[in-house]
């Protein structure tokens, strides 16, 4: 069992003495019981898009220039494929929602209360996932005894403010990063807008699917088991599963994130996961900043 510092901000002697520690699989260590450090996951995905440049025929993988209209569509609207003929029978997007809450720091000046963010919020996650079958859409947990809430707290200092989520909320003058400073402001606001997707899609023929603070539902007669997960990073894994499990084989997976963990834990479930044999990559990550093939 290992206590894992990155920061000052982890004092280890209260953490051992009061959160649950987990096991830590051998790989993660040498052979002489030394933590092997990652200090390069962060160039993972330029590395492999440096590669897929070199192997496909220039003319085939020419990329929008930055401040382009095609490549600001890329960023509000996600990759489509307009290049293959082979078409999945299903598209299936998976989408970190906190992630595209972010996206939404400079409000429009028609978000005056919650109401207003939730509708804003459910159009760009619509027209991001137009092209898609089936969206599942999962935020992270705000746990109040876990390890990395109490960091999230020493860095504030106190300083974070509880909002009320309601419809009639007024954030008008209130920017999104203040608004979400508190983890329990956070926790409520992802449970609020996962209710609003389903509210606002109940008769779409998509099947939306949400899932924050441990609970899943969905705009069909589809019935999901709580979970533990914490980190969107493994509900996104775990809800793709799932997905694949009742898809046929040929349908496509999606991965809406700029986490490079998401590919990496793509690569360790591949034998659980969809494989679409149009790509290079057994699945797509598309990045909301910077959507590519790998």
């Known amino acids: 069992m290992v206590l894992a510092r990155s920061n000052r901000d982890i004092n ?23 933590i092997l450090p990652c200090h390069d996951k962060s160039k993972l995905i330029n590395l492999l898009e440096k590669l897929t440049r070199e192997d496909v025929p220039h003319e085939d993988h020419q990329l929008p220039q930055a401040g382009s209209t095609t490549h600001q569509d890329a960023m509000d609207t996600g990759f489509t494929d307009t290049t293959s003929t082979d078409q999945p029978s299903r598209k299936i997007a998976l989408v970190d929602g906190m992630v595209l809450v972010q996206r939404l720091s400079k409000k429009p000046a028609t978000v005056v209360t919650v109401k207003d963010l939730s509708g804003c919020f459910n159009d760009r996650l619509m027209s991001l996932t137009r092209d898609y079958d089936e969206i599942i859409l999962v935020f992270d947990t705000y746990r109040t005894d876990s390890l990395k809430s109490a960091t999230r707290d020493k860095r504030r200092q106190g300083k974070a403010i509880q909002y009320q989520v309601r419809d009639d909320t007024n954030i008008k003058h209130i920017p ?25 899609n109940r008769g779409s023929s998509k099947l939306i699917i949400t899932s924050a603070s441990g609970n899943t539902r969905s705009n069909k007669d589809l019935l999901f088991e709580e ?12 809800q793709a599963v799932l997905a694949s499990h009742r898809n046929p ?31 290079r990559w057994p699945l797509v990550l598309c990045r909301l900043n910077h959507c590519g093939e790998l």
Not at 186 to 200: G, V
Not at 249 to 274: C, E, G, H, K, R
């Open 227 to 238: 979970n533990n997960h914490e980190e969107a990073d493994t509900l996104l894994i775990h």
């Open 12 to 34: 280890q002697k209260e953490a051992i003495g009061n959160y649950e520690f987990t096991l830590t699989p051998r790989a993660l260590f040498a052979s002489n019981g030394t």
């Open 176 to 200: 999104l990063s203040r608004f979400l400073s508190h983890d329990q402001t956070k926790a409520d606001l992802t449970d609020y807008l996962a209710a609003k997707i389903l509210e606002y």
């Open 249 to 279: 084989a040929d349908a496509q997976l999606m991965f809406f994130s700029p986490d490079t963990d998401i590919l990496l834990l793509v690569t360790a479930n591949y034998d659980l996961l969809l494989k679409n044999n149009r790509f």
